[in-house]
């Protein structure tokens, strides 16, 4: 699946691309105007996953792949999320399961972490919810998708780190009590 800025998106099979060699300037994937851009692409592996999309000004969704019927490349695509002015243009696509967490980190250099798995799954053409909220000047610098077990075993780095500076400082303060 590859997607634009536009709101578009087309899903083809990787078997319509032959392979070419390194000079090669490729095949069309996505028709789009001179205006437009491609975002993002994701290899579908797995049918039950989902189809995350989310806007410069916080909106996003989730849908079923499903939803997005596979056609010849090269076309126009179809509507994976409304732009308007209140969601702004399209500025990523990932595909996540339950299994996943979202990191959306804002320009300001704020980040959060989203559970995958509490967002609702929507139809295709929708304009979905507000992942996170922003400031008139703000706008998401960069979403990706984390998996859970990462964030388990950050924790217990840090745990461990904790536990060392803590032995480091009861040791330092033995050593202070000598001295005096």
Known sequence: MLAAKSGKAIRFHEDATRP???????????RIEDTDEV????????????????????????SKIDDYRITNRGGKGVKTISITEKTGNLIAIKNVSDENDLMIIKKSGVAIRLEVEKMRVM???????????LKSNDYIAAVAKVNKDDEEESELIEGEENTTNESSNDMNLEENKQEE
Not at 44 to 55: A, G, K, M, P, Q
């Open 39 to 62: 975002i993002g692409m994701i290899c579908v592996n797995d049918e039950e996953s989902n189809v995350l999309v989310v806007s410069e000004n916080g909106y996003g969704k989730r």
């Open 20 to 30: 070419m060699g390194r000079n090669a300037s490729g095949v069309r994937g996505i």
């Open 123 to 133: 139809g295709r053409a929708t304009q979905g919810v507000r992942l996170i909220t």
